[in-house]
């Protein structure tokens, strides 16, 4: 029975995921983000400069150095965090991160956001099943991020067992794709 119940869950979960790239599907043409239109034949960078619920990650990924690395020709899997899970971060939290001394622990961060590949959410969902309910990928920090379903969400879990959910799926771009989430996610 319990065999049977975790299979009845997993396949809502995986059609509840299908629902969200059904959903982004039919917006692939230039899905809004942000309150801009993001085109698949722009890179992650391009795209993500119109966001204005980006505007934060930009700012940290230019600081970081990494503007060329993203705007690359990949493909990368970016879990982009919007300004709001910025914002809930500890005070000072961002600042601190932003100065020059502090650079390699924002990469750290940054690249924790990132996996190689072009992880949409029918290749994760993918993963997910394989997995047994649970996805690990590992990030271009070295980390390790996992993917389950939680209802029909799909939600990152980060390597101090802090959580995302994944807000927009399947933002395509040139140099690969993007996944809006609401919360920061941390490697050890």
Known sequence: MKKFTLSIMFAVGI???????????????????????????????????????????????????????????GPFTVFAPVNSAFA??????????????NKATLVKILTYHVVAGNMDSKAIAKAIKKG??????????????WASMSGSDLILTDEKGGTSKVTIADVRQSNGVIHVVDTIVMPN
């Open 15 to 73: 059609l509840a995921l299908g629902n969200i790239a059904a959903s982004a599907q039919m917006n692939s043409e230039n899905p809004m983000v942000g309150g801009a239109a993001m085109f698949k034949t722009k890179d992650i960078i391009d795209n993500a400069v119109n966001s204005a619920n980006h505007t934060t990650l930009v700012a940290a990924v230019k600081a970081a150095g990494l503007v060329e690395t993203l705007k690359g020709k």
């Open 88 to 101: 809930a971060l500890p005070a000072g939290t961002v600042d601190m991160l932003l100065k020059p001394e």
């Open 132 to 145: 047994g309910g649970k996805a690990a990928f590992t990030t271009a920090s070295g980390g390790t991020l």
